[in-house]
T-cell receptor, first 112, second 112 residues
């Protein structure tokens, strides 16, 4: 069974600093996709970054980047130059096609 | 996201009453999903649809039914609402899974 684990229910970071959110997953598949979503208090989940498992290069979107370790089944999100607006819930997700599996989320606090 | 809307945004209902939540998309995506979000559980799949009149169960489908008579609409029905169904419900759409979901804004349902 596919599972996604986020072991850090809460994280905090000083404004302008860097923080890394952890995610591990369990799968027997070789071809899949990984995502990070963020969820503001308004509730709608928004895609942050996407990684294709067959690509070794780590995905990057502006201040957001991932550290994808396929052998270790690890997919961490690094947020650089943290801003107050980054204070949201972050969810890691996995899919092989059309059914997604989500972690339980990490709540990020940004300290001014 | 303007391509997907959920209604209602909030609803309070009594135990034992039927409730229908609506998800409407303008993206002509094939796949539509209903999730519930509860603290400590992340998002859990209730039902999904892979085409008109084609639906399947997710991991928490008991007590829920769905219907999709048109590509753009996916309805979630609680036949007889219970307090355990108090949750935030999200609809999501997907054209191709590798590109991620687009989420609706959610429906906060309270069963009293």
């Amino acid at each position: 069974a596919q599972t996604v684990t986020q072991s850090q229910p809460e994280m905090s970071v000083q404004e302008a600093e860097t923080v890394t959110l952890s995610c591990t997953y369990d799968t027997s598949e070789s071809d899949y996709y990984l995502f990070w979503y963020k969820q503001p208090p308004s509730r709608q989940m928004i895609l942050v970054i996407r990684q294709e498992a067959y690509k070794q290069q780590n995905a990057t979107e502006n201040r957001f980047s991932v550290n994808f370790q396929k052998a270790a089944k690890s997919f961490s999100l690094k947020i650089s130059d943290s801003q107050l607006g980054d204070a949201e819930m972050y969810f890691c997700a996995y899919t092989t096609g059309n059914q997604f599996y989500f972690g339980t989320g990490t709540s990020l606090t940004v300290i001014p | 996201d303007a391509g997907i809307t959920q209604s209602p945004r909030h609803k309070v209902t009594e135990t034992g009453t039927p409730v229908t939540l609506r998800c409407h998309q303008t993206e002509n995506h094939r796949y539509m999903y209903w999730y519930r979000q509860d603290p400590g559980h992340g998002l859990r799949l209730i039902h999904y649809s892979y085409g008109v009149k084609d639906t399947d169960k997710g991991e928490v489908s008991d007590g829920y039914s769905v219907s999709r008579s048109k590509t753009e609409d996916f309805l979630l029905t609680l036949e007889s609402a219970t307090s355990s169904q108090t949750s935030v419900y999200f609809c999501a759409i997907s054209g191709r899974g590798g590109y991620g979901y687009t989420f609706g804004s959610g429906t906060r349902l309270t069963v009293v």
